[in-house]
């Protein structure tokens, strides 16, 4: 966390609107695209990124600056994705716009069908399960940031991430890809 984040986070503690929009700004664009992993749809991504940043001003008393505020508004994001979604609901795969950078046709093909693929796969896992992968695989948290966000043991997040790339190896391996 900089100098300048801190000093935004404390001020808007103190009841700083201003501050608290520049942290939207800073946020928005990591936790909408979170929210659309989880999610799998772009409407459904930006409501719950909404409510997110709802959420964290209501609750913002009760965020401890020891901590990351970044971790703690993602497990706001990991909640709102539960409650707006609910546990069962079906998700439908990320479509194939979401896949970035230039490449040649026949590579971007191939990615886009790849990364397709992957998709349907991470949206059959379990909700827990999808959540330790997309953290650690797509955001690269920690061990320790992980069960700090979602509020397990370190134990806990290791046995789901290992349960979540088996089922996710099979689901792979189901749909045709092979592990090189």
């Not at 797509?138 to 979540?164: C, H, N, Q, W």
Request: aromatic content about 10%; glycine content about 6%.
């Amino acid at each position: 966390m900089n100098v300048d984040e801190k000093r935004l986070i404390h001020l808007a503690l103190e009841g700083d609107s201003e501050a608290f929009g520049a942290l939207i700004d800073l946020y928005q664009e990591p936790i909408f695209n979170s929210a659309l992993r989880f999610a799998g749809d772009y409407d459904d991504a930006a409501d719950i990124t909404q409510t997110v940043f709802l959420r964290a001003y209501e609750k913002l008393g009760t965020y401890k600056p020891e901590y990351r505020f970044f971790s703690w508004i993602y497990k706001i994001m990991v909640n709102e994705s539960l409650n707006h979604l609910g546990r069962q609901k079906a998700l439908e795969p990320l479509s194939a716009t979401m896949v970035s950078g230039i490449t040649l046709p026949d590579q971007a093909c191939y990615e886009s069908e790849l990364q397709e693929t992957i998709d349907r796969a991470l949206m059959e896992l379990p909700f827990h399960a999808r959540t330790v992968i997309v953290l650690r695989h797509f955001m690269s948290f920690s061990y320790a940031e992980i069960s700090e966000t979602i509020g397990i043991p370190i134990k806990t997040v290791k046995s789901r991430l290992f349960d979540a790339r088996q089922k996710l190896g099979l689901t792979l391996g189901e749909q045709g890809l092979k592990r090189q």
